[in-house]
Structures are given as structure tokens and as C-alpha cells.
T-cell receptor
Framework: GNSVTQMEGPVTLSEEAFLTINCTYTATGYPSLFWYVQYPGEGLQLLLKATKADDKGSNKGFEATYRKETTSFHLEKGSVQVSDSAVYFCALSRTDKLIFGTGTRLQVFP | DADVTQTPRNRITKTGKRIMLECSQTKGHDRMYWYRQDPGLGLRLIYYSFDVKDINKGEISDGYSVSRQAQAKFSLSLESAIPNQTALYFC?????????????FGNGTRLTVT
């Protein structure tokens, strides 16, 4: 079946540290891949996406590359800020619906 | 004002009660969705609707029903609430296919069933 696996959190970092949140997927065919972010007390919002292999999605300093050979879509940021503290969800699209991972909480301390 | 509004924000109810969660949107989107969020399980799709006359079950529809009263309104009902329906519920909309149109989420309704 189709599924998304994310690294468990929380991920705890100091401000300006490098961030990686791992995401791997299982899917038939060629899904589109997404990262959504949920700030405290809010709903999710799209952070970035990639629609085909080797595409790189980027937004607000975050990047993720669609790796078909490793079925991965890891989220990275070179220098995190306290304001990046949130829960990050990896997701894939199948038959026009999104399948979400379990989410990874990121906590950034000054 | 929020583009996707969910009411109530918080609700505590007792086992066996009927409860309705409401969602309204001002984005003019045809597609609307109901998800529930549970710790360690992420978001799971309950029901979705691609237009006013279209209702589809998601992966966890048992125990829930929905009504699409208008393009802007999509309500979720629990006919007889049970404690394992305690969760954070999100309504979302999209303009079109999720391949090209992101989901826009409300701020959620926290439901507790005692």
C-alpha cells in the first residue's frame, strides 16, 4: 500500500543549527511529495512540494529533493530559527488525496 | 478573518451523544475534507467532497457522517460519540487537484468524549 514514514521526534536544536527531518515513502507509481508545517494552535499549511523524481522543492530556507532511488524526501534547512519550532508532516498524493506521515516535532532553542 | 473557519474550537461531550462539527470557507473552493489528528498517527482522512453533490468516504469513515450544505459549508457528525473519537479534527479545502492546489486548513476542533 501507500504510506509515509517519518523520523520520530522531537528534534531539539539550537538556533542556527542544521536541520534534517527524514521521510521515506512507499507507493505505487509516481506520487507527488509534500511537506506541510503546523505551528502551535494552527492548522497545517503547505511548506513545499515536488512532483517528480529529482525535483527539489524549496520555501523559507527549507529544501527537499524527491529521490526515487531511495524513496525519500528529506527536509533540510541550513540554519534554523526559534520561529521554525513546529510539527512537520511529510505527505504523498495518491488518487487525488493526501496520505500523511505521523509528523515530527521540531523544537529550536535560542 | 480566517478563510477556513471551524466551530466550535473545543468541545467536551459524553459517550453516546450526537455532535456536529462545522466548517465554513470563504475561499470559493469546491473541494473540502475532514481529517482527524491523533498523536503518533498523524492525519487521517475521514470524508471528502469535491462539489456540493459529491460525498466520499476516506480511510476512517466508520462512526462519522457528513453533510455538504453548500459550496462553503461542510459539517461532520458523530451520531453516537465514543471515547476513541477523542481527537483534533481539521477541515481543509482545495481549489482543485492536490497535485496543483495545496490544502488550506482550519485551526481545528479539539473534541473530547468522556
Amino acid at each position: 500500500g501507500n504510506s509515509v514514514t517519518q523520523m520520530e521526534g522531537p528534534v531539539t536544536l539550537s538556533e542556527e543549527a542544521f536541520l534534517t527531518i527524514n521521510c521515506t515513502y512507499t507507493a505505487t507509481g509516481y506520487p507527488s511529495l509534500f511537506w506541510y508545517v503546523q505551528y502551535p494552535g494552527e492548522g497545517l499549511q503547505l511548506l513545499l512540494k515536488a512532483t517528480k523524481a529529482d525535483d527539489k522543492g524549496s520555501n523559507k530556507g527549507f529544501e527537499a529533493t524527491y529521490r526515487k532511488e531511495t524513496t525519500s524526501f528529506h527536509l533540510e534547512k541550513g540554519s534554523v530559527q526559534v520561529s521554525d519550532s513546529a510539527v512537520y508532516f511529510c505527505a504523498l498524493s495518491r488518487t487525488d488525496k493526501l496520505i500523511f506521515g505521523t509528523g515530527t516535532r521540531l523544537q529550536v532553542f535560542p | 478573518d480566517a478563510d477556513v473557519t471551524q466551530t466550535p474550537r473545543n468541545r467536551i461531550t459524553k459517550t453516546g451523544k450526537r455532535i456536529m462539527l462545522e466548517c465554513s470557507q470563504t475561499k470559493g473552493h469546491d473541494r473540502m475534507y475532514w481529517y482527524r489528528q491523533d498523536p503518533g498517527l498523524g492525519l487521517r482522512l475521514i470524508y471528502y467532497s469535491f462539489d456540493v453533490k459529491d460525498i466520499n468516504k476516506g480511510e476512517i469513515s466508520d462512526g462519522y457522517s457528513v453533510s455538504r450544505q453548500a459550496q462553503a459549508k461542510f459539517s461532520l457528525s458523530l451520531e453516537s460519540a465514543i471515547p476513541n473519537q477523542t481527537a483534533l479534527y481539521f477541515c481543509a479545502t482545495s481549489e482543485g487537484s492536490i497535485y496543483n492546489s495545496p490544502l488550506h486548513f482550519g485551526n481545528g476542533t479539539r473534541l473530547t468524549v468522556t
